[in-house]
Structures are given as structure tokens and as C-alpha cells.
């Protein structure tokens, strides 16, 4: 720097490398857009599962419908990464464009400014608060990670919508011309970068793909070598990851007490049963998986009574949804309302057994809740009660 060069804020024409350029942001932006569509459908479809007042019941077939969709949305989300951070790179120097004079445009200008200023605003927080998710940080104590992402989801989505729209003609052009078409660059960006457009763009291809592969193993058995983002890695008994462990949610003690007893009730009758009682019913066995929100998922063979078993005891009848409560005392996963689609699926189990042995403390001992299609977390463990509505 000379003496004398003033300090200034960088102008849209300082930024000369023809990479930055509407030929690949427009590829880039397609991919980002598929994997945000991704994210969102299968976002609803988690958020859907997990509300206990569902106007259509989820289905309980297939099995590993949710650990699907989950793994899908947790994996494109991760994917987006790359793909976000080099879509900004190429239209970076938009932001320094100068504003036009006349009212009606600056006007349009503004409008579409502001709408892009959400679009990115809302994609970081999606995918920082999603990734701090399935990393288990959870650095958010003042706000519910699961309704706040939900929330933002639709301001994504809209923002992107808007944004598509008023690009559309624009993208059109790029997608239909060759990427080292000139045409619509902007009259600065002439000089070659140290890439080619083809090698950026098969440089965030790869990226993308490892950011996806890196994660992607905490649901595919046969990747989780190479996940090493991946949080969970199959360690736990059975094969199976430990979410919650029974210390952490403080039932060491009456979990493995002899006066445990499993309450189940039904308009105002009860009865208590001990483990020995459950092993003493009908045991079927199934294999399940365990799919957290989180992403990560593991399939097991769990043997036990099934829950239509255990209510029938006390003359329950189909069609009912059940309450479900943990030994635990505190925590929002401690109860779970079990819609009667589950509840009287002869898959779903009242598991006393995962793989052939005896379920680990941190399993869930003395029993937990396994159906098929549910999100991980609605699987209670360490079952205390459970009443027919
Ligand atoms: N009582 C109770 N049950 C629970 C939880 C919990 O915190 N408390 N965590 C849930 C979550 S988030 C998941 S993913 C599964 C994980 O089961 P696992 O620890 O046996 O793998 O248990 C579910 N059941
Ligand atoms: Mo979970």
C-alpha cells in the first residue's frame, strides 16, 4: 500500500476473478436450492411426527420411514454447508453494488436486498442451529430448538421462493448457456481465477459430497468408518447409541430397585407388574430401529411383550392412544403421548431384551417403548406407567 491510499469500503468492481459470476452461482444456487427443498420436506415430515395432535396418524409402516427421512434431511443439511459458503463467495461483490439513483428502482432495489438479507440470515441459522443439533451442542437455553427451527424453516423456504422468482430470468439464462459464458457477468469480473468455473465447480461438488459422506454413517452401517463427523458411531450395547444414559436422567437407583413395578391403567382401574410379570407374557420379537432426530440411527432385534398385550391385561380397547411416563423425573422426553395407530401395532413392544440379552440400564431397563416409524425421541425409556386415554 502506498502512502496516501485511503481506506474505503471495497466497490462491486474491485472484485475482478470471472469465478464470481452468474454461471456459477446460478449451478451452485440450483444444488443449494434442491438441498434446502430436501431439508424442508423432511423437516415437516419430523416436526409432523412429533406432534402428539396429528389430525392424519403418521404411519407406523415403513419401520425405517423416519430413520429415512431423518438421515436424508441431516445429510443434505450438511451437505448445504459447502455449497452456502461458495454461493456467497460468488455473489459477494453484489453487496457493494452502488444503489440506483432513480426512486422507483432504489426502491426494487431495496425490496429485493432486504428479502436476500433474511434468505441468508435464516440459512445460517438453519444450518448452525441444525448442525449444533446433531453435533448434541445445545448451546440454546432461552429458546426450543425444535419449534424455533421450525419456525425459521418457513422464513427459509419463503425467502428462497422469493428470491428464485425474482432471479428466475437471470438463472434461466446461466443454466441454459454454457458456464463459461461471458454474457451476463458483471463488466468487471474479467480475470481468470486460479480455478477454472469447471474445477470451482467440481471442487464444491466434492465438498458437498464429503461434507455428506462425513455424516452420513451415523445412519448407514457400512459408512461409519468414514464418518468422522458423524457423532454417533454404533458404540452402545447392542450396537446401539446411548441418547440419555440412566445416570444422566437419575434412575439409576429406582430402575434397578426391587420395588419396581410397571403401572398400566385404564379408566380408573390399574394394575402393577413386575419384570418377571412382562417376561411372563407372550414375547415377540422384532427388529427396529432407533432413529434420533439427531440423524444418527442403529437397527436392533428387541424382544418383549407388545404394548396391546400389556393393556389388554386390564381390558383396554383398541384405539386408544396411550400415556407413557419414565421412571425419569424431570426432562421434556420423560412422557410421551402413543398415538392407538402404534399403540396397537403388533410391532410395537414393550422391549425387555435388545439383541438377545437382557436391555442394558441404558437402554431403558427394566422396559422401554420401541415402535416402528417413531422418532428416537419418543421411545421411552425406562417405562413407570403407562394409562390408556
Ligand atoms: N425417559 C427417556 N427416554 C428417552 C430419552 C430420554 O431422555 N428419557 N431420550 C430419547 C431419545 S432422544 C432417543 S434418540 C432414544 C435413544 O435410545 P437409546 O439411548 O436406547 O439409543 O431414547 C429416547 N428415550
Ligand atoms: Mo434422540
Same mark, same amino acid.
Given at each position: 500500500m502506498t502512502t496516501g491510499t485511503q481506506l474505503r469500503a471495497p466497490r462491486e468492481e474491485d472484485f475482478r476473478s470471472?469465478?464470481?459470476?452468474?454461471? =456459477?452461482?446460478?449451478?451452485?444456487?440450483?444444488?443449494?436450492?434442491?438441498?434446502?427443498?430436501?431439508?424442508? =420436506?423432511?423437516?415437516?415430515?419430523?416436526?409432523?411426527?412429533?406432534?402428539?395432535?396429528?389430525?392424519?396418524?403418521?404411519?407406523?409402516?415403513?419401520?425405517?420411514?423416519?430413520?429415512?427421512?431423518?438421515?436424508?434431511?441431516? =445429510?443434505?443439511?450438511?451437505?448445504?454447508?459447502?455449497?452456502?459458503?461458495?454461493?456467497?463467495?460468488?455473489?459477494?461483490?453484489?453487496?457493494?453494488?452502488?444503489?440506483?439513483?432513480?426512486?422507483?428502482?432504489?426502491?426494487?432495489?431495496?425490496?429485493?436486498?432486504?428479502?436476500?438479507?433474511?434468505?441468508?440470515?435464516?440459512?445460517?441459522?438453519?444450518?448452525?442451529? %441444525?448442525?449444533?443439533?446433531?453435533?448434541?451442542?445445545?448451546?440454546?437455553?432461552?429458546?426450543?430448538?425444535?419449534?424455533?427451527?421450525?419456525?425459521?424453516?418457513?422464513?427459509?423456504?419463503?425467502?428462497?421462493?422469493?428470491?428464485?422468482?425474482?432471479?428466475?430470468?437471470?438463472?434461466?439464462?446461466?443454466?441454459?448457456?454454457?458456464?463459461?459464458?461471458?454474457?451476463?457477468?458483471?463488466?468487471?469480473?474479467?480475470?481468470?481465477?486460479?480455478?477454472?468455473?469447471? %474445477?470451482?465447480?467440481?471442487?464444491?461438488?466434492?465438498?458437498?459430497?464429503?461434507?455428506?459422506?462425513?455424516?452420513?454413517?451415523?445412519?448407514v452401517p457400512l459408512l461409519r468408518r468414514v464418518s468422522v463427523l458423524g457423532v454417533r458411531s454404533g458404540d452402545g450395547p447392542g450396537g446401539i447409541p446411548i441418547n440419555k444414559s440412566a445416570s444422566a436422567a437419575a434412575v439409576t437407583a429406582s430402575a434397578t430397585a426391587a420395588s419396581y413395578r410397571l403401572a398400566v391403567a385404564y379408566a380408573g382401574r390399574e394394575v402393577t407388574l413386575t419384570r418377571a410379570d412382562l417376561e411372563a407374557l407372550p414375547q415377540q420379537t422384532v427388529t427396529l430401529p432407533i432413529a434420533c432426530v439427531e440423524g444418527w440411527s442403529a437397527s436392533g432385534e428387541w424382544t418383549g411383550p407388545t404394548v396391546r398385550d400389556v393393556m389388554r391385561l386390564i381390558d383396554a380397547p383398541a384405539g386408544r392412544d396411550l400415556r407413557v411416563e419414565s421412571l425419569q423425573q424431570r426432562g421434556a422426553f420423560r412422557a410421551t403421548t402413543l398415538s392407538s395407530g402404534f399403540a396397537d401395532d403388533e410391532r410395537t413392544l414393550l422391549a425387555l431384551g435388545l439383541d438377545g440379552e437382557t436391555l442394558a440400564l441404558d437402554h431403558g431397563y427394566p422396559c422401554r417403548l420401541i415402535a416402528p416409524n417413531r422418532p428416537g425421541v419418543l421411545q421411552t425409556k425406562w417405562v413407570a406407567r403407562m394409562e390408556a386415554l
Open positions: 470471472h469465478l464470481r459470476s452468474p454461471a =456459477v452461482a446460478a449451478r451452485v444456487g440450483l444444488w443449494l436450492g434442491i438441498a434446502f427443498a430436501v431439508c424442508f =420436506v423432511t423437516g415437516l415430515i419430523s416436526h409432523y411426527a412429533q406432534n402428539p395432535a396429528q389430525p392424519v396418524p403418521f404411519p407406523t409402516s415403513p419401520s425405517w420411514g423416519y430413520r429415512v427421512t431423518q438421515g436424508v434431511h441431516v =445429510v443434505a443439511g450438511y451437505g448445504c454447508v459447502p455449497l452456502l459458503l461458495v454461493k456467497l463467495w460468488t455473489v459477494f461483490p453484489k453487496l457493494f453494488a452502488r444503489p440506483p439513483k432513480a426512486m422507483r428502482e432504489l426502491a426494487l432495489h431495496a425490496a429485493e436486498r432486504a428479502s436476500i438479507g433474511v434468505l441468508v440470515a435464516a440459512a445460517i441459522f438453519q444450518l448452525a442451529s %441444525g448442525i449444533a443439533n446433531a453435533a448434541q451442542w445445545y448451546p440454546w437455553t432461552t429458546f426450543s430448538f425444535r419449534a424455533t427451527h421450525y419456525a425459521v424453516a418457513w422464513v427459509a423456504i419463503g425467502a428462497l421462493v422469493i428470491h428464485v422468482a425474482v432471479k428466475l430470468p437471470i438463472i434461466r439464462h446461466a443454466l441454459g448457456a454454457e458456464v463459461d459464458d461471458t454474457t451476463q457477468d458483471r463488466p468487471a469480473a474479467t480475470e481468470p481465477g486460479v480455478l477454472t468455473r469447471r %474445477g470451482l465447480l467440481r471442487t464444491t461438488w466434492s465438498a458437498a459430497g464429503v461434507a455428506a459422506l462425513v455424516t452420513a454413517g451415523s445412519a
